[in-house]
Each structure stands twice: as C-alpha cells, then as structure tokens.
C-alpha cells in the first residue's frame, strides 16, 4: 500500500481519494495526509462481482473513478464492474522487471509529476511517536538511529548477529542512541538480536502505526529488511537503508534518497556488513 502512494497523489490532483484498503493502513494514509477518505476493503463486498451467479451488489462509495489494483485477472470481475464503473482503471498490482511504484503510476495514466516527495508527518503524528518512545524508556537525546530486524516473512531478514554489529559499531562511532522496532510477526528477529546486543538499546513493542510513523519520522537514520516499516520509514523521508534479497528489487522504496543494498540474508558476510555500515554513516553525514 505504500508503494502506492506516488500514485494516490497524482488521483488526487483530479478531486478526493477515498482508500479502500487494510483498515490500519488506510486509516494512516490518512493521518498522513495522502488521502482524504478511507474505507475498509472488506467492507465493500466486491467478493460479489466474481460470480454471475451473485445478484448482491457491492458497496462502493460514491466517486467520479474507480480504479482497482485487485481482480484483474478475473474476467467475470472486469466485466462486472465496468457495468457499474464503465470508466474504472482495472489493473494488476505488480508487474515483473518493474519497480511496483512505478508500475501503478503508469496504470492511472499519470502525468510528470512531484510525486516521489517525502510525507510530511503532522506534528500530532510525531507527538505520538515522542510519548511512544518515552514509554518504552527512551530517555536519551537524538540523534536516534531505528532499527527494524523483523519482516514478514523469516526469509526476509538479514542475520541478528549482522544488524547486531551494525547497532554497535555506529552507537560508538557516531554516538547514537538506537530503538528497536519490533512489530507482531518480529518476535523471533527481535529476540534472535536482544542476545548480541543486551538491553543497551530501547525495545519499541508494538506501537500504533501513526506512533511508529512519528518515532521514525524523527530519526536520524534507519535500517531495516525488506518490509512495511522500511517503506514507511523511506517514505518519510528518513535517511534510510533497507536491505533486500536481490531478486525483490522491484519492491524497492519510492523516495529516491532511501538507499536500497541487496544482501545475503542466509548467514553474515563480513563485507557486507561493513558495506552497511558505510552506507549509514554517509547518509548520517
């Protein structure tokens, strides 16, 4: 969802977005300010349109276009709903060899365009990430440098002891403080690197999305695997690095100063490791 929004910015020049999508993730576009309305995607019984047998109409919510990044490889699907939005932009969400961002601009037809800045969190935004971290005992002056070790799936994760190394070279080096992200599917990746790096760091379990949005949008840098934090950090304009299996480059950051370092994520390459670390400190300046 994120990687959509160079393209849900350009929609908006033409009038409102209302974002049919995961209802915790629809909700902090919006508190974002990327889209004006949201709605949750199940709430809209498109189930319905896969079936001429299904007379149930759907819900959609009033709006001059529709465009869906979902059903397009159903015929039933495509021709059902441009019975009832004869103009609707029908496309899939992906497409291979091409950046995803990309790739969803070029379905809506989007003119040139700034859409690739980084969003601005409000300041109630960054409140909630200030009282996040102090609630998690991070007392400690910035600059602050966030970690994610998790991801959605294990397969995703670069090696604890590797971030491990990274977390402590870069304390010591440039005097920064470090939050751990740790998100529900990161409990393995989190307590696979408390063992190399103790209770030196603060913990962030868990917190809302416009909390975990705040803390990052006032970090000083950022690292992380292939994930929803890594975008959400780049696309806040974090100075970022986010570390990808080679073969998921099409998933990379739409923001151009997130820096993106394919890696071996199956054991700890000493180069690599050091490489990551050069990549931060420059993007620290």
């Not at 999508?21 to 909700?27: G, I, K, S, Y």
């Not at 759907?58 to 015929?75: H, T």
């Not at 070790?149 to 402590?168: D, L």
């Not at 751990?180 to 393995?188: C, F, K, M, Q």
Request: a neutral charge.
């Amino acid at each position: 969802m994120l990687l959509a929004v160079p393209a849900l910015r350009a929609l908006g020049t033409s009038g409102p977005v209302t974002l049919a999508a995961q209802p915790r993730l629809a909700a902090l576009l919006h508190a974002l300010g990327v889209v004006e309305g949201h709605v949750a995607f199940d709430a809209l019984g498109l189930d319905t349109l896969f079936s001429d047998d299904d007379a149930r109409p759907p819900r959609l919510p009033p709006g001059a276009r529709v465009v869906s990044w979902f059903g397009a490889r159903d015929p039933v699907y495509r021709r059902r709903l441009a019975t009832l939005a004869p103009d609707a932009v029908v496309a899939p969400s992906v497409e291979a060899g091409r950046a995803v961002w990309e790739h969803l601009l070029a379905t809506i037809g989007a003119p040139p365009g700034e859409w690739c800045a980084p969003i601005q969190a409000p300041p109630t935004v960054r409140a909630l990430g200030e009282q996040a971290r102090l609630a998690a005992g991070g007392h400690g002056p910035p600059p602050w440098l966030v970690v994610h070790p998790g991801a959605g799936s294990a397969a995703k994760c670069w090696p604890a002891e590797a971030f491990a190394r990274v977390v402590t070279t870069l304390a010591a080096r440039a005097r920064l403080n470090v939050c751990v992200h740790v998100g529900p599917a990161d409990a393995e990746a989190a307590s696979a690197l408390r063992r190399h790096v103790g209770d030196g760091v603060v913990w962030l379990r868990e917190p809302s999305l416009p909390a975990l949005a705040g803390m990052l949008a006032s970090a000083a840098l950022y690292v992380g695997n292939d994930s929803g934090v890594s975008h959400l950090a780049a696309a806040l304009g974090v100075p970022s690095l986010v570390l990808f299996d080679a073969r998921h480059l099409d998933w990379r950051p739409w923001w151009r100063g997130a820096g993106v370092l394919p890696v071996t994520l199956t054991g700890v390459v000493a180069r690599e490791v050091d490489a990551v670390i050069g990549e931060l400190e420059r993007r620290l300046g």
